[in-house]
């Protein structure tokens, strides 16, 4: 967390329900959401927690989220 900077390229993290997956995962995530949108104001962080799936299993229903984001992330730069 020390080395992170508000000139990261954006991020999208994603991981399982804290009730099936390592619930160390998701709160390290969290946190790391956290510090880059309210320490290091890094507008361009998106986390997400997939319920009822574990670390792999959150991949599928999360890349038409991705998408999404993508295409709204180049929506909003080009419109910078």
């Not at 946190?31 to 792999?56: C, I, P, Q, W």
Request: charged share 30%; proline share 6%; glycine share 4%.
């Amino acid at each position: 967390l020390s080395y992170t900077d508000r000139k990261l390229p954006p991020l999208y993290l994603l991981c399982g329900d804290p009730a099936v997956e390592w619930p160390a995962r998701v709160e390290e995530n969290q946190l790391l959401a956290a510090m880059l949108k309210t320490v290091k104001d890094h507008n361009t962080v998106e986390f997400r927690s997939y319920a009822g799936k574990d670390h792999g299993g959150c991949v599928v229903p999360a890349v038409e989220d991705i998408r999404k984001w993508i295409l709204e992330e180049k929506k909003s730069s080009a419109a910078k």
